[in-house]
T-cell receptor, first 113, second 112 residues
Framework: ETGVTQSPTHLIKTRGQQVTLRCSSQ?????VSWYQQALGQGPQFIFQ???????GRGNFPPRFSGLQFPNYSSELNVNALELDDSALYLC????????????FGPGTRLLVL | ELKVEQNPLFLSMQEGKNYTIYCNYS?????LYWYRQDPGKSLESLFV?????AVKQEGRLMASLDTKARLSTLHITAAVHDLSATYFC????????????FGKGTKLSVKP
């Protein structure tokens, strides 16, 4: 059974660019959540996808968007990158939406210059 | 809106000593989660506390939950260097949506 995987591991972009981050959920998990973790802070919830539909969203602007695919993998897209978007982006999967333990991937570290 | 506060934010302890990390949360959160994060790494699930009075133990770590006081604790017994990491507690936001609201974390350093 493979765990949650994310790609790429590191990424450098410049302000105004767009970025797509990818996540493969753990086998058997149909729910994927995305979090942003700034340096020295706790993760902040961006949004969650359940069976290809957005199932909740945190306090992030619309330029943060996502997708979930039929195989339950997911993408996080960020448009018009800002310097403050520099962070570790974590994907977590769970077998359902009912407050179950979320299993986190290794993260993608994004640096915006 | 659920808010989660941890204290202390930094903890330096000697090997062999005991200590407790506290996690307070502002509104109802049916479950409370503890995660560990090593530098530059992702989050590892430690405990999920499901109900009032729940206590779970794994090795030198023991977590408890008091929903009436809106307080969870993570107790460290006879600390060893391998426990050095940042520990996060998190509560639920949005009912069944399972979205986690994290505290700022407690950075634990265990020195010989």
């Amino acid at each position: 059974e493979t765990g949650v995987t994310q790609s790429p591991t590191h990424l450098i972009k410049t302000r105004g660019q767009q970025v797509t981050l990818r996540c493969s959920s753990q086998s058997g998990h149909n729910t994927v959540s995305w979090y942003q973790q700034a340096l020295g802070q706790g993760p902040q919830f961006i949004f969650q996808y359940y069976r290809e539909e957005e199932n909740g969203r945190g306090n992030f602007p619309p330029r943060f968007s996502g997708l979930q695919f039929p195989n339950y993998s997911s993408e996080l897209n960020v448009n018009a990158l800002e310097l403050d978007d520099s962070a570790l982006y974590l994907c977590a999967s769970s077998p359902g939406t009912d407050q179950e333990t979320q299993y986190f991937g290794p993260g993608t570290r994004l640096l915006v210059l | 809106e659920l808010k989660v506060e941890q204290n202390p934010l930094f903890l330096s302890m000697q090997e062999g000593k005991n200590y407790t990390i506290y996690c307070n949360y502002s509104t109802t959160s049916d479950r409370l989660y503890w995660y560990r994060q090593d530098p530059g790494k992702s989050l590892e699930s430690l405990f999920v506390l499901l109900s009032n009075g729940a206590v779970k133990q794994e090795g030198r770590l023991m977590a408890s939950l008091d929903t009436k006081a809106r307080l969870s604790t993570l107790h460290i017994t006879a600390a060893v260097h391998d426990l050095s990491a940042t520990y996060f507690c998190a509560g639920n936001y949005g009912g069944s949506q399972g979205n986690l609201i994290f505290g700022k974390g407690t950075k634990l350093s265990v020195k010989p």
